[in-house]
């Protein structure tokens, strides 16, 4: 996956581009849908099993400002669940759902006449999480919280588009291969017998190389120039 990666970086600076087809004035329109999902089993007596799963879809609409060029605009919504079960039937689960908007600028190179393109994104967006974690089968009182959090992020999103018509094209990529963001959050948490509240913010830094890596796949229409 990183060299992968790496190459496909170094293709997207060096590939020089032949007659430019996203023309400016272009209207663009579609979305985009990523998903990761993982689980982990070790088998009897192993250790606990770990599920994880995440999801996002994020309509758009976009303006080619010059050719190959596009400033757009979307909303999103996403998903996230994690579920750890222990050989003692103890279970910690979360399950939190975030709400967004954003705006991004993308380029595109494309590879002559082949119809495909490389293309790199940066997106600027603030979401809003809601979600709950729960603790149970403890020897103690069960365990609930309530999350609620906001961030701004900046990412990197590479990728590749193929134009199965002029006017419509499917792509797929690496959504925050590379991210730097800010973000607050506010924890609810207790039990039938007592109740806490914590409350944490800071900046946060990451590039996603690994299995957890968001893929995206999603179709635009070209529409107008």
């Keep these: 996956m990183r060299r992968f990666t790496f190459l496909f970086l170094i293709a997207f600076i060096m590939i020089s581009a032949v007659n430019g087809q996203i023309q ?20 009897p007596g192993g250790g606990s099993i770990n599920t994880n799963r995440s999801f996002n879809v994020a309509p758009l ?20 669940f994690n579920k750890q079960e222990s050989p003692a039937n103890a279970v910690y689960k979360t399950d939190n759902n975030s709400y967004g908007i954003g705006a ?17 994104q940066s997106r600027l967006g603030a ?4 979600g709950k974690t729960s603790n149970t089968g403890n020897p103690g009182p069960v365990m609930k919280s309530d999350n609620n959090g906001f961030d701004i992020r900046l990412n990197l999103y590479p990728g590749v588009s193929y134009a199965i018509t002029p006017k419509m094209h ?7 291969l590379f991210q730097v963001g800010y973000g607050n959050s506010k ?19 990451g590039i996603g190389l690994g299995s957890s890596t968001l893929w ?3 179709v635009k229409f070209f529409l107008g120039s």
Excluded: C, H, M
């Design 127 to 130: 979401n809003v999480t809601k």
């Design 104 to 120: 991004f600028i993308r380029g595109y190179k494309n590879l002559g006449n082949s119809g495909f393109y490389l293309f790199l």
């Design 24 to 43: 400016k004035g272009t209207t663009v329109w579609g979305g985009n849908i990523g998903f990761n999902t993982q689980k982990y089993d070790p088998g």
């Design 170 to 176: 499917i792509e797929t990529g690496l959504n925050d």
């Design 216 to 218: 995206t796949v999603g």
């Design 61 to 80: 609409f976009a303006k080619a400002i010059k050719q190959n060029f596009i400033v757009g605009g979307d909303v999103t919504y996403g998903n996230s």
């Design 187 to 205: 924890t609810t948490s207790g039990n039938q017998t007592s109740e806490t509240k914590t409350k944490s913010s800071g900046f946060n830094a």
